[in-house]
C-alpha cells in the first residue's frame, strides 16, 4: 500500500491549540479512497476532534483491520502510533497494547463487514471487558474493497446499484453493543460533521468503551457477481493491456438538520435513508428506553443519531480496574518488578493445580 506525504507549507495565520498545534499537525497522508467517499468526511472529523483536545500525537494509537475503512488510519495524526491487524482481529490488537499501557488514546476504525462478519467474536469481547477506547465504524453496508457485496449491516430491501436484493436481516451494531453492556454508544452520520466532532471528542474522554457507528455512503456502484459487465467477469475474459479501474467523481454527501427533525438522504447508488436527530428530552442514560427508541424508529425506517445511551459510572467495570492493571505502562516498570522469580512463580501455579 503506497501512501503519499502532503506538503508541510501551512499558512501562518491557522489557528493553534493549546499545543500550539494546527489541525495540519493532526493530519495524516494524502487519502486514496474515491472520491466522495464518506470515511473521508470521518476522517476529517477525528482530525478535528483531535485538534480540538489538543492531543498529543505521540499519545494517539490507532489500530485497523481489513477493508476500505482500514486506510483511514494512515489519513489522520501522522506523529501516533499505527497498526494494520489482520481481517477482524483489530480488537485483540488493541487489548494487548492498552493492557501494556493504559496511558495512551486509543481509536480503533473498523468497517461493517470487519466489525460485524468476521471480527464479530472479537468486537463483542473488547464491549465485554469495556476495554477503554474509542471505537468506530464506518458503517456503508457493503464489501467495497471487493466491489460491493452486501455485508452484515445491509437492510432487507435494499438493492445493489445493478444487482440482486437483499433478504438477509441485518446485525446492528448499535443494539448489539448496548445488549452486551457497552457503556458508550453513538450513531452518526458521515457528513454531519456538527453532531460527529462531539461525539468523537466524547468518545476519547470516556473511560471504556465508546462506540460510534457512523453511516458512510459508498459512493461506487455494486459489481454484483453474475453480470457479464462486472469487473470480475471482464478480467476473466479479457487480457488487458494495463490493470485500471474507474471510479466516477461523485460529490460529498452532506447533513444539516436540528434536533427532533428527520432529514430524507438520497444516497450515491440512488436509495433513500432517513436521519432522526435527538431531541432535548431524550435520556441517553436509561438503557432499556434507548434500545427501545432505537428498535422503533428502525421500524419506521429512520436511524436515530447522536449519543444514543452513556454509562455515567462505567468506571468499575473498567477492563484495568478488573484486572488491577498498573498504572504506570508495562514498558517502564523494572524487570525485577515484574519477574516473580522462581519461587513466585510456583506460588501462582500452585493455584492451578
Known amino acids: 500500500m503506497t501512501f503519499i506525504a502532503k506538503p508541510k507549507v501551512a499558512h501562518p495565520s491557522l489557528p493553534k491549540n493549546a499545543l500550539g498545534f494546527t489541525r495540519r499537525d ?49 489519513y489522520f495524526v501522522s506523529g501516533g502510533h499505527g497498526f494494520n491487524s ?10 494487548g497494547a492498552n493492557a501494556a499501557n493504559r496511558s495512551l488514546h486509543y481509536i480503533g476504525v473498523s468497517g461493517d463487514g470487519d466489525t460485524l462478519s468476521i471480527g464479530l467474536g472479537q468486537f463483542c469481547h473488547a464491549i465485554r471487558r469495556n476495554l477503554n477506547m474509542l ?4 458503517n456503508n453496508g457493503v464489501y467495497g474493497l471487493t466491489k460491493g457485496q452486501f455485508s452484515a449491516s445491509a437492510d432487507v430491501g435494499s438493492r445493489a446499484k445493478k444487482g440482486e436484493t ?14 452486551l453492556g457497552a457503556s458508550f454508544v453513538a450513531r452518526s452520520f458521515s457528513g454531519d460533521k456538527q453532531q460527529l466532532v462531539p461525539l468523537i ?4 474522554r470516556h473511560q471504556g468503551f465508546a462506540l460510534i457507528d ?25 487480457e488487458p493491456a494495463v490493470h485500471a479501474d474507474f471510479v466516477p467523481l461523485e460529490r460529498e454527501i452532506t ?37 427501545a427508541q432505537i428498535q422503533e424508529r428502525m421500524k419506521a425506517g429512520e436511524y436515530l443519531t447522536g449519543l444514543l445511551f452513556v454509562d455515567l459510572e462505567p468506571a468499575q467495570s473498567a477492563f484495568h480496574v478488573v484486572n488491577q492493571t498498573p498504572d504506570a505502562p508495562l514498558n517502564s516498570i523494572p524487570f525485577e518488578v515484574l ?10 501455579l500452585a493455584r492451578y493445580r
Request: charged share 20%.
Open 339 to 348: 519477574s516473580p522469580g522462581s519461587k513466585g512463580l510456583e506460588k501462582a
Open 214 to 238: 457512523v453511516l458512510s455512503p459508498c459512493v461506487t456502484f455494486n459489481d454484483h457477481e453474475g453480470s457479464t459487465k462486472s469487473y470480475a467477469y471482464t478480467r476473466e475474459h479479457y
Open 26 to 74: 493532526y493530519e495524516g497522508a494524502l487519502s486514496t479512497l474515491c472520491a466522495g467517499c464518506g470515511h473521508d468526511s470521518i476522517t476529517a472529523a477525528i482530525v478535528e476532534a483531535s485538534w480540538g483536545l489538543a492531543l498529543e500525537p505521540q499519545n494517539v494509537v490507532k489500530l485497523s483491520g481489513i477493508g476500505c475503512s482500514s486506510k483511514t488510519t494512515a
Open 255 to 291: 447533513a444539516d438538520y436540528k434536533e427532533g427533525e428527520t432529514l430524507p438522504l438520497i444516497m450515491h447508488d440512488g436509495s433513500r435513508i432517513v436521519l432522526r436527530k435527538l431531541d432535548a428530552a431524550y435520556d441517553p442514560t436509561n438503557r432499556t428506553l434507548a434500545a
Open 135 to 138: 471505537y468506530i465504524i464506518e
Open 201 to 204: 471528542q466524547a468518545g476519547l
Open 86 to 95: 489482520v481481517h477482524g482481529r483489530m480488537p485483540s490488537i488493541a487489548m
Open 166 to 179: 437483499n433478504f438477509q436481516p441485518p446485525i446492528d451494531p448499535v443494539l448489539l453493543a448496548m445488549t
